[in-house]
């Protein structure tokens, strides 16, 4: 998508069916994991979003080579003879950090630039690097990280806390490398799943252990698979929480309802009916929306961090008085200023915003301060009246393929703009 912004007229109820693209924390591992062995795979229901299209740079500079045909990607990997990611792609997103453990697994050894992303917190790299040294990386940090496995070898991984990101590293250096491995705590969010139903695909030996730990036993070599990702949870909780806000009503077909356990229940506790059937999760909001009186965010099974700006752009408008507590990311509230521009009431400390319901939004010109925050702002214009702008909408495209076209789908007033 071209550097462009969004225009939104808010107060159309959404209506209807929507498909959810492929997930985007899940796709990212897998591609990352393409690197490890010569295998030819094809990932399908790849999402066309900007952080794939980085990491698939990232691969074609290593030596992959790559072809996509509608939403599959096939990656021939057999021609990877480097061991260092440069260029602005690795420093644009956050998740290039996983080509650490992919390349110590592939080549033994790994030169990476500092990760960037999303700038909501300082999100440190402290635990992949701990993981990764005890299966025998050594690291040298200077203005870049060079890690060095020689004997990469299985064994005991302990992490201080269930990083995701680490938990994927980890799993990537280990797939690979002599003996056993056992990763705990280890995060339990449904990516790491698919990350391991992926490699076991091609010949990996990953379980999860009965106390959610995660087990390896390393293998020589991985073949080649065809994998399909699955439903992207994130995007499917903000199109429910866009349809709630705007007292709407929408069915998701043959979605893991599951995955979404902590927003469907708060959902309903905000008086929003919501139907798990076998063909599709429907939502329907003819009722006003209840606050929620406390909420914190957690690591899955609990409330995604991800969804806490969507859900903080509904509250805006329930009836009460919200208090919501984000524990993972430190800088998660950059959105606030913009919705108190549409005249919300949101007051917040370091760690906690009390948002004060009120009867209705108005329309503002509009900043994105960050992936999930600008698809926060796309949901307070939907209930606004009158029209608003949202411009720096680079960020909503590193992770929804076309907000637009989704929500024009259910009905909403919402046009790609050219940017002032
Ligand atoms: C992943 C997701 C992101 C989601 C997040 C939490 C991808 C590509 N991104 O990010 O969408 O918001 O999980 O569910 O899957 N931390 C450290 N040291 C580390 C690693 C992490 O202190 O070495 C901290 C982070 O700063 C953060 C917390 O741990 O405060 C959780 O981070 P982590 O689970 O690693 O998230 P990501 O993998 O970056």
């Known amino acids: 998508m071209d550097v462009s912004g969004l225009e939104i007229t808010g107060g159309v109820p959404l209506r209807g069916e929507i498909c959810i693209q492929g997930s985007k924390n899940a796709a990212l591992p897998i591609l990352a994991a393409c690197i490890l062995g010569e295998g030819i795979c094809e990932i399908e229901n790849c999402p066309r979003i900007d952080d794939v299209a980085d990491t698939l740079a990232i691969m074609q500079r290593l030596g992959c080579r790559i072809r996509r045909s509608g939403d599959t990607v096939r990656v021939d990997a057999s021609g990877v003879d480097r061991f260092e990611t440069g260029g602005e792609e690795t420093a644009r997103i956050r998740s290039s950090v996983l080509f650490l453990g992919a390349l ?26 701990a993981a990764l040294r005890q299966l025998g990386a050594r690291f040298f940090l200077e203005e870049k990280v060079t890690a060095d496995a020689g004997a990469l070898k299985g064994g005991r991984v302990r992490l201080a806390m269930p990083s995701v990101g680490a ?6 250096a280990a797939v690979t490398a002599p003996g056993e491995t056992l990763i ?17 695909g091609r010949g990996a030996q990953i379980m999860r252990t009965e106390e959610g730990g995660i087990r390896i036993v390393g293998v020589r070599r991985l073949g080649g698979t065809r994998y399909r990702v699955g439903p992207d949870r994130i995007v499917a909780g903000t199109y429910l929480l866009a349809a709630a806000a705007t007292r709407g009503q929408i069915e998701i077909p043959e979605f893991p309802h599951q995955e979404l356990g902590a927003l469907l229940a708060l959902l309903r506790r905000m ?13 329907s909001a003819d009722r006003p929306i209840r606050a929620v009186p406390y909420l914190e965010t957690a690591p899955y099974p609990g409330f995604p961090t991800d969804l806490q700006s969507p859900l903080m752009a509904v509250l805006c408008r329930a009836r009460g008085e919200s208090c919501i507590c984000e524990t993972i990311f430190e800088s998660r509230f950059r959105t606030v200023p913009q919705l108190q521009k549409m005249g919300a009431k949101i007051q917040t400390d370091s760690r906690c915003a009390v948002i004060k319901g009120i009867p209705a939004l108005t329309s503002a010109s509009l900043t994105s ?44 007033k919402i046009r790609w703009i050219e940017e002032e």
Do not use: W
């Open 167 to 172: 938990t994927e590293n980890a799993i990537l």
């Open 369 to 412: 301060p960050d992936l999930r925050g600008g698809a926060a702002l796309v949901i307070a214009a939907l209930q606004a009246n009158g029209s608003s702008v949202i411009q720096n909408t680079r960020y909503i495209a590193r992770g929804y393929e076309d907000i637009c076209r989704d929500l024009g789908r259910l009905g909403a």
């Open 104 to 129: 110590l697994g592939r080549m033994r050894k790994a030169v990476l630039p500092l990760p960037g992303g999303c700038a909501i917190g300082a999100r440190p790299i402290d635990q992949h690097i």
């Open 184 to 200: 705990s705590p280890a995060a339990r969010e449904p990516e790491i799943d698919e990350l391991c139903a992926f490699l076991n």
């Open 271 to 283: 008086g929003v009916t919501v139907v798990c059937g076998e063909r599709a999760l429907c939502l």
